[in-house]
């Protein structure tokens, strides 16, 4: 992960974005943390079940990926580094995430043990403080070697489409090891239809219109996992840095909504139609705009998810045609809708 490649320039510059506006735990828009993901290795340096023990090959990639973000990375003031009650401080150690699959190699199986050993003893005295080792899913948390474990999008089989079993189970085991660190996470959903690396048939997890997401957010206090009395330290929105599968959601969650607006005197009325799973528990707010020529909106107004009419009599227009649309605010990662424009004279 951390050679500097295509991908370590993005990283670079999310770094470089970062450093001067972080000048403190209250001060940081937004921390960096690296994970290092097995592909780095694996595919030329260290190949897999080719007959040959690959445990010196895989110390010596881990020992050199995270010398470079040591080199590279920890020191920098928007780095990721917690302290010893799972508080952002600069005084903390810096937090690594290793998406490694340790059974993959099976032809013949390296000695992980000795790997993760001899990896933890190479950071020890790290200029920029011995990092924390985070493990994927709920058996992190029983690594040999493991500061914690983190959540990923996964699933327990047919049985559990969306995931929820999983961080259920994450979530149960994370609170049996009170000294470890717990990363929690959430996705709107799974997709790798168009991987180039696919092999049979697609793993698809539906987005329900939003609910995916919402249904995953809220598993972290199902059972009273995490709350305000023990909350939660840390969780993640899962995404992928290659698209193919789907999840990221940068470009938001379609909830499914389309909005149709009428006006019937001075009484402008709205309805919302949610198709699939679609739901008005995706819509924070509504917001009704007046528009003089179509392209210039001006808000006059916003109303929350039930309200369906509004009376424009009570706002001071002056004389003349106006265009009124109404759009529907999404929570946090939802999309926006807004509805067609309906004229209004006065």
Request: hydrophobic residues 30%; glycine residues 10%.
């Amino acid at each position: 992960m951390a050679r500097f490649d295509t991908f370590d320039q993005v990283t670079q510059k999310i770094r470089d974005n970062l450093n001067p506006r972080c000048s403190g735990p209250q001060n940081c828009p937004l921390y960096l943390a690296l994970l290092e993901d097995d592909g780095s290795f694996k595919w030329t340096q260290c190949p897999q079940n080719n007959g040959q023990d690959q445990t010196a090959c895989i110390t010596s990639a881990l020992e050199n990926d995270l010398d470079s973000m040591n080199t590279n990375y920890f020191g920098a003031s928007g780095y990721l580094k917690v302290d010893s009650n799972n508080q952002i401080s600069s005084s903390g150690r810096p937090v690594v995430e290793f998406f490694v699959c340790e059974s993959c190699w099976s032809n013949p199986s390296p000695n992980w043990a000795q790997i993760w050993n001899d990896l933890r003893s190479h950071v020890q005295n790290y200029s920029n403080g011995n990092p924390i080792f985070l493990f994927e899913n709920a058996g992190g948390f029983t690594h040999g070697n493991t500061d914690g474990g983190f959540a990923w999008v996964n699933w327990y089989g047919s049985n559990d489409p969306y995931g929820l079993i999983y961080l259920d189970n994450f979530y149960d085991t994370a609170k049996l090891y009170p000294g470890l660190l717990p990363f929690g996470a959430a996705w709107k959903g799974f997709d790798n239809s168009n991987a180039p690396w696919l092999v049979g048939p697609p793993t698809i997890t539906g987005q329900q219109c939003g609910r995916t997401l919402s249904q995953t957010l809220q598993q972290i206090s199902h059972n009273g996992d995490y709350g305000s009395t023990h909350p939660l330290p840390f969780m993640q929105v899962v995404t992928w840095n290659d698209y193919e599968e789907g999840t990221e959601v940068e470009t938001g969650v379609d909830n499914c909504l389309t909005l149709t607006a009428s006006i019937s005197g001075t009484i402008m009325s709205w309805t919302p139609t949610f198709t699939g799973n679609g739901s008005e528990s995706t819509v924070a707010q509504y917001t009704v705009f007046a528009s003089t020529n179509n392209s210039n909106l001006t808000p006059i107004g916003n109303y929350p998810p039930g309200t369906r009419s509004l009376d424009l009599s009570k706002f001071n227009f002056k004389r003349g045609t106006y265009t009124i649309y109404v759009k529907a605010i999404g929570v946090p990662f939802i999309l926006n809708h807004m509805s067609g424009g309906v004229q209004y004279k006065k």
